[in-house]
């Protein structure tokens, strides 16, 4: 005890000594750690540290203060904390929230700007892959992602939880109203064998043979399409939705199934050229290409996951090459904008389109189930054997269904990049089933197409026959003749060429469409000029009564043939490339070329629709003159004839032309009827009027016929002249008319 005591002594001895020696610098040499000197004998604790007075003993210490115990004396404001600090402290945002400006710590309230994290938002989470992320107030919490469910010893909502997928075959109903065959030969009942084979790989399905159940499904429907069976005795109606119900299952089948499937990529084929690739990738991003020799597309991994974000994710895509019978005479719905396009381009309405399946039907399917607007497009490359024919269009189109399960084809959300020889590439706002179609639209009126075409062909012959008549008939040779023959000449060189050309094969305006569309403006012009001549000798025939004393045939080549040769330079010369459209070889409507036609039409008519008023009012008077006592039912008839026979020679029926303004309405689909019609067939009548109801010319004929036949003409004509005695009267096209 004594050696410690002495020790202790000497301390005290020591600080003593000390102490006199800062005592005579007027300070305490004994200060506390966290303190300051105050005076010779006292110190004082520094800010933070207990207690405030003074302390004038050695032993005495500085506390720290608390700041953040209670009772509170700070305050850091709402979903904040206080954390103290060795004589101070400093404010923190409560967990699951942070400050605005990022930082990691402020003062005192009057700094607080925390607010709440969305850790599945910003990914600042440890959920597992095989969850969601799901946020809550100030925290989050993980929950297994749809078909997948916690393992033993974890349960969903906690931080920690982990889950195993739970992959399932979906159930397989035949789509309403169709009724598969259960009896007769085995490959008449495709449809019902087709839903036993699926029914029992669902029963034996086994996650661990996911793929093996992927192979064979492909398989069972690829068996299907190559022997459809009964499908073929099903109505076009009830097919398209067989197509719709099959597209559908598969779609949802191949997704859940591909679920069991390890990461990494599988693709299968099969002999008949159905192929199928897809990809199952954990944590993917960016661009991803995913396809097989059929069809390859290029998207964006975001849009395989979706919102969700779920993770392992699966993208692939069913490429079935024999889908062609069970879609045959599938309609094709063309968005509003299409339809304008084509109206626009064809100046016409287009009724329809026939449309043919030229690729594979490739039927994509994601682990993202909302697909019908995507956030980013997804690019496509169709592979197909037959090229773009002419005056058709190859197009992106998909399989669509409607409320009743039926479907059709659509092109709404897809638009065509670009074709190649064997290959189209296209781009699609949603997925569903596609395909490449060639289009082949449906401008124009196939019964009107027919008419023309046909009347067209009768009145080539019709006008040929005329020509014959008016060359070699000797005994009918006058002024008249002349002016019945050039404008027979130049209709029947006009419709030849429209008949033969005007049709604009392969859209491309170039030198054969404008030559074509040249010649018909000149052909058709110079008929119309040789039908004012015709209008002109009418006038002298009946209004003027002077026999013979029409224009000199000179003046009227130079007329019929020298106006439109005018007219047709100078339109040339203002607006060459006016000649030939992408849809035909005549005159293009843009800035009012359509006129240079148009003009001297109207003119013709409305100079011929004048004579023709004055002829007829004349004729009534002459066959009053001449005959009073004819009967006025046999006087009208006589009328209405020439009448119906001068409208036709003078071209009046053109007229209805001027009326098509809107193709859209009933009326001017009547009119276009009409008009049609009495044109196409201007040769026949014209044949009809000038050569069989001509004395003269039926004499002729009968001549050329006995002499064919070796019979002698005065036999036919001694045969033939007392009943023609009889029946004589005053027929127009005996006396000239």
């Known amino acids: 005890?004594?050696?410690?005591?002495?020790?202790?002594?000497?301390?005290?001895?020591?600080?003593?000594?000390?102490?006199?020696?800062?005592?005579?610098?007027?300070?305490?040499?004994?200060?506390?750690?966290?303190?300051?000197?105050?005076?010779?004998?006292?110190?004082?604790?520094?800010?933070?540290?207990?207690?405030?007075?003074?302390?004038?003993?050695?032993?005495?210490?500085?506390?720290?203060?608390?700041?953040?115990?209670?009772?509170?004396?700070?305050?850091?404001?709402?979903?904040?904390?206080?954390?103290?600090?060795?004589?101070?402290?400093y404010c923190v945002c409560s967990p699951g929230y942070e400050l605005i400006n990022k930082a990691k710590n402020f003062s005192n309230a009057a700094e607080n700007t925390c607010r709440e994290v969305d850790e599945c938002a910003t990914r600042q989470h440890q959920c597992h892959n095989s969850t969601i992320c799901v946020n809550s107030v100030g925290s989050y919490r993980c929950r297994c992602r749809p078909g997948w469910k916690p393992i033993p010893g974890f349960?969903?909502?906690?931080?920690?939880?982990?889950?195993?997928?739970?992959?399932?075959?979906?159930?397989?109903?035949?789509?309403?109203?169709?009724?598969?065959?259960?009896?007769?030969?085995?490959?008449?009942?495709?449809?019902?064998?087709?839903?036993?084979?699926?029914?029992?790989?669902?029963?034996?399905?086994?996650?661990q043979e996911a793929e093996q159940t992927i192979k064979k499904l492909v398989e069972v429907l690829d068996g299907l399409l190559e022997a459809p069976g009964d499908i073929k005795d099903l109505s076009l109606?009830?097919?398209?939705?067989?197509?719709?119900?099959l597209l559908s299952k598969l779609e949802d089948t191949l997704r859940s199934l591909a679920q069991a499937l390890p990461e990494g990529?599988?693709?299968?084929?099969?002999?008949?050229?159905?192929?199928?690739?897809?990809?199952?990738?954990?944590?993917?991003?960016?661009?991803?290409?995913?396809?097989?020799?059929?069809?390859?597309?290029?998207?964006?991994?975001?849009v395989v996951t979706g919102a969700e974000d779920s993770s392992p994710a699966v993208v692939g895509i069913l490429s079935i090459q024999h889908m062609e019978e069970l879609l045959a005479n599938a309609s094709l719905a063309l968005e509003p904008e299409k339809l304008a396009q084509l109206t626009e381009a064809h100046e016409r309405p287009v009724r329809g389109a026939r449309a043919t399946l030229l690729s594979a039907v490739n039927s994509v399917f994601l682990s993202n189930t909302n697909t019908d607007q995507l956030a980013s497009p997804v690019t496509f490359a169709f592979s197909h054997h037959q090229p773009e024919e002419p005056g058709t269009e190859l197009i992106c189109a998909f399989w669509k269904s409607d409320s009743s399960g039926n479907g059709h084809w659509a092109t709404t959300g897809c638009r065509r990049l670009g074709s190649g020889k064997n290959s189209t590439s296209c781009q699609c706002d949603h997925l569903?089933?596609?395909?490449?179609?060639?289009?082949?639209?449906?401008?124009?009126?196939?019964?009107?197409?027919?008419?023309?075409?046909?009347?067209?062909?009768?009145?080539?012959?019709?006008?040929?026959?005329?020509?014959?008549?008016f060359l070699l008939v000797r005994p009918i040779q006058s002024s008249r003749t002349t002016v019945h023959l050039h404008l027979c000449i130049c209709l029947f060189l006009g419709s030849a060429i429209f008949l033969a050309g005007v049709e604009n094969v392969g859209g491309q305006?170039?030198?054969?469409?404008?030559?074509?569309?040249?010649?018909?403006?000149?052909?058709?012009?110079?008929?119309?000029?040789?039908?004012?001549?015709?209008?002109?000798?009418?006038?002298?025939?009946?209004?003027?009564?002077?026999?013979?004393?029409?224009?000199?045939?000179?003046?009227?080549?130079?007329?019929?043939?020298?106006?439109?040769?005018?007219?047709?330079?100078?339109?040339?010369?203002?607006?060459?490339?006016?000649?030939?459209?992408?849809?035909?070889?005549?005159?293009?409507?843009k800035r009012?070329?359509?006129?240079?036609?148009?003009?001297?039409?109207?003119?013709v008519i409305l100079c011929n629709a004048v004579v023709f008023v004055v002829t007829v009012w004349k004729l009534t008077q002459k066959f009053s003159e001449i005959n009073p006592d004819m009967k006025k039912l046999r006087k009208a008839r006589v009328v209405t004839v020439t009448a119906v026979a001068q409208l036709f020679v003078l071209g009046c029926t053109w007229g209805f032309g001027l009326f098509l303004f809107s193709p859209e309405s009933w009326h001017s689909t009547v009119l276009a009827y009409v008009f049609t019609v009495l044109n196409c067939l201007q040769?026949?009548?014209?044949?009809?009027?000038?050569?069989?109801l001509n004395k003269k010319v039926r004499e002729e004929y009968l001549k050329w016929a006995c002499a064919v036949t070796g019979n002698k003409y005065s036999e036919f004509a001694s045969s033939t002249g007392s009943s023609s005695q009889q029946t004589r009267a005053l027929r127009p096209s005996e006396s000239g008319m």
């Open 592 to 603: 009012g070329f359509l006129w240079s036609f148009l003009g001297p039409l109207t003119f």
């Open 155 to 207: 349960r969903n909502g906690p931080q920690n939880t982990t889950c195993k997928a739970e992959v399932h075959f979906p159930v397989w109903t035949l789509p309403p109203g169709i009724h598969s065959k259960v009896s007769g030969p085995a490959d008449q009942k495709s449809l019902s064998r087709f839903f036993v084979e699926v029914q029992n790989l669902r029963r034996d399905f086994q996650p």
């Open 1 to 89: 005890m004594g050696a410690p005591r002495r020790l202790l002594e000497l301390c005290v001895l020591l600080s003593l000594s000390g102490a006199g020696a800062q005592d005579s610098m007027g300070c305490a040499p004994w200060c506390p750690p966290n303190s300051k000197c105050f005076n010779s004998s006292a110190c004082l604790c520094n800010p933070g540290f207990n207690p405030h007075e003074p302390i004038t003993s050695f032993m005495d210490v500085c506390d720290d203060i608390n700041e953040c115990g209670p009772p509170t004396s700070v305050s850091c404001g709402r979903f904040a904390d206080c954390e103290n600090t060795e004589g101070s402290y």
């Open 265 to 302: 990529s599988f693709t299968y084929s099969l002999p008949s050229s159905t192929e199928m690739s897809l990809m199952v990738k954990e944590n993917g991003s960016g661009n991803v290409t995913v396809g097989q020799s059929h069809a390859r597309m290029l998207l964006d991994w975001a």
């Open 432 to 469: 569903s089933s596609f395909a490449v179609l060639m289009a082949h639209y449906q401008v124009e009126d196939w019964k009107l197409s027919l008419i023309t075409k046909v009347g067209l062909s009768v009145s080539l012959i019709c006008l040929l026959l005329c020509i014959l008549t």
């Open 509 to 589: 305006v170039g030198l054969r469409c404008r030559l074509v569309a040249g010649l018909l403006h000149y052909f058709f012009l110079a008929a119309f000029c040789w039908m004012s001549l015709e209008g002109v000798e009418l006038y002298f025939l009946v209004v003027r009564v002077f026999q013979g004393q029409g224009l000199p045939t000179r003046w009227q080549c130079l007329i019929g043939y020298g106006v439109p040769l005018i007219v047709v330079g100078i339109s040339a010369a203002a607006n060459g490339s006016g000649y030939g459209h992408t849809a035909h070889c005549w005159l293009d409507p």
């Open 237 to 245: 109606r009830e097919q398209h939705l067989v197509a719709t119900w």
């Open 683 to 692: 040769g026949t009548f014209l044949f009809v009027l000038h050569c069989l």
